[in-house]
């Protein structure tokens, strides 16, 4: 990646996009933003309305909307692109629909020349990053996905919220799967550098009990806000801008991506939301965690569950 550019390509200008598009903006997070959408009308409709905001931001980003031999020289593709997820439908019921889609999306990326990161954030999107991967033939380091960097979001809000805690101080992690077999590995959880556990049992108030609750409020928090306003978007964005930074900053920042795996908690060739090293060049390591071995059968059974589902997808 050229150090000095840096250049996004944002496929799919739905909500989650242009929640990322704006947070982007407002951010000033990256130099030139090119839209690219099915809706050509659309597309130019989005960047014409940002476009009109730059006057009253903290940038000089350069935004268009274009096609995909935009991608050439472009740093991050960014992919949200996708069929729309109902009401009570699960991630990975979007599967087989959102396959067709990525075909039509990554092959012309590829032809354009463009030899950067792949950043999907559509769901299922652990699948979908790694059938982003296999139409690509890119490295894993460089095709990441969002993973579980929201739901940690949201587990460390709620967090911080129990225990009266800043969340940026809260150090805990959802890992598998963004969707229902995703979980916390509460051995791994701190309040700076002391466990959650440990907190809990010296307390007199602070209950170890409700610690499963929050697990269950993070893993069911995104149909609570689609039965109340039929998307979520604005922390995903927001999350989306948070692994952007990171890779343009080349700063070694600890984020759980959805990223391949290759022997890491006994698991290999699939896709799973886990803390890792981000930088310039996408995903630096893995960041193995030393899981209790429950929480490693959780780990596992997330796993098989994506497996299974990568093996069923047809091309």
């Known amino acids: 990646m050229k ?20 947070a982007l903006l407002n951010q000033n997070a990256c130099d030139e933003l090119l839209l ?11 960047a014409m309305d940002l476009n009109h905001g730059l006057a009253f931001a903290n940038s000089h980003m350069r935004i268009a909307a274009g096609d995909y031999d935009g991608c050439a020289d472009a740093d991050i593709v960014v992919i949200c692109a996708g069929v729309a997820q109902k009401s009570g439908e699960t991630r990975l019921a979007l599967l087989q629909r959102n396959v067709a889609v990525f075909q039509s999306i990554v092959q012309p990326v590829v032809d354009s020349g463009f030899h950067g990161i792949f950043l999907v954030a559509t769901n299922p999107v652990d699948i979908m990053t790694q059938v982003t991967k296999q139409l690509s033939g890119f490295p894993a380091g460089h095709v990441i996905g969002t993973g579980t960097t929201l739901d940690t979001a949201r587990l460390r809000y709620l967090l911080g919220n129990y225990f009266s805690i800043d969340p940026r101080n809260v150090h805990a992690y959802v890992m598998g799967e963004h969707g229902d077999s995703e979980f916390v590995p509460w051995s791994q959880a701190m309040i700076a550098t002391k466990p959650i556990r440990k907190i809990c049992e010296e307390s007199g108030w602070f209950q170890w009990s ?57 698991q290999s060739g699939v896709y799973a939301g886990v803390p890792c090293v981000i930088n310039r060049e996408g995903v630096r390591h893995i960041l193995s965690l030393p899981l209790e071995n429950e929480e490693m059968e959780k780990m596992q059974h997330s796993c098989e569950l994506l497996r299974e589902c990568c093996q069923s997808i047809h091309f």
Do not use: C, P, W
Request: proline share 0%.
């Open 3 to 22: 150090q000095d550019q840096k250049k996004v390509v944002l496929v799919g200008a739905g909500l989650v996009g242009m929640s990322f598009a704006y």
């Open 36 to 46: 690219i959408d099915l809706d050509k009308k659309r597309a130019l409709g989005e």
């Open 210 to 266: 409700e610690m499963e609750a929050i697990g269950v409020e993070v893993r069911t928090a995104a149909q609570k806000i689609l039965e109340a306003k039929q998307a979520t978007y604005y922390g995903i964005g927001m999350s989306m801008v948070r692994i952007i930074r990171a890779i343009f900053g080349d700063e070694n920042s600890i984020l759980t991506v959805s990223t391949m795996l290759n022997g890491e908690y006994g």
